[in-house]
């Protein structure tokens, strides 16, 4: 059963700090996303990372940076929290293969930035 | 880039009664349409896909039909009941997808009324 964790449910923050959320998945895929959920904006793609090391910048990564040392854990960074960043985030991964794409999504984390 | 529009983006229900929702998208390239549900407080999880060799699919209540020419496909629930009261995402994306993340519609809200 595939497991992806986020480290914290829910955060709260004050403008200007540095914040890191952490995300890591047990299937060894390939493929990693963050996603920031807004009500009636849907899933917004941030970063996501197809390899170790490797990002690409998503439909809005402003404001965030990524960092994937190894392959079951992809960080999502902000580097100066501001209060237009309050929001729920997801990540997700997915293995790259032929024949399976499905893309599993962890728990969320709520961040809330005062 | 992919641009994948969702409609409706709420939709309410009597118990016992159909639920369709439609997405369209713009890049001929994309051959791969996944459907996510996202119950309140739960991540997304997948339901159902289609690939462009076949024009529908059925699981049981649900059903996903395709239209490549006119670059639509749609999500059926029949006899819905309370527990189908979710958001619900469609995506597009080509096939196999390599490194080519999901485009997901901006969701549909769908409320079942016992």
């Known amino acids: 059963d595939v497991k992806v964790t986020q480290s914290s449910r829910y955060l709260v923050k004050r403008t200007g700090e540095k914040v890191f959320l952490e995300c890591v998945q047990d299937?060894?895929?390939?493929?990693m996303f963050w996603y920031r959920q807004d009500p009636g904006l849907g899933l917004r793609l941030i970063y996501f990372?197809?390899?170790?090391?490797?990002?690409e910048k998503g439909d809005i990564p402003e404001g965030y940076s990524v960092s994937r040392e190894k392959k079951e854990r992809f960080s999502l960074i902000l580097e100066s929290a501001s209060t237009n960043q309050t929001s729920m985030y997801l990540c997700?991964?997915?293995?790259?293969?032929?024949?399976?794409?499905?893309?599993?999504f962890g728990p969320g984390t709520r961040l809330t930035v005062t | 880039g992919e641009n994948v529009e969702q409609h409706p983006s709420t939709l309410s229900v009597q118990e016992g009664d159909s639920a369709v929702i439609k997405c369209t998208y713009s890049d001929s390239a994309s051959n791969y349409f996944p459907w996510y549900k996202q119950e309140l407080g739960k991540r997304p999880q997948l339901i159902i896909d289609i690939r462009s060799n076949v024009g529908e699919k059925k699981d049981q209540r649900i059903a996903v039909t395709l239209n490549k020419t006119a670059k639509h496909f749609s999500l059926h629930i029949t006899e819905t009941q309370p527990e189908d009261s979710a958001v619900y995402f469609c995506?597009?994306?080509?096939?196999?997808?390599?490194?080519?993340?999901?485009?997901f519609g901006k969701g549909t809200r769908l409320s079942v009324i016992a």
């Open positions: 299937m060894d895929h390939e493929n």
């Open positions: 997700a991964s997915s293995a790259h293969r032929d024949t399976y794409y499905e893309q599993y």
């Open positions: 990372s197809y390899d170790v090391k490797m990002k």
């Open positions: 995506a597009a994306s080509p096939y196999p997808p390599g490194n080519t993340p999901l485009v």
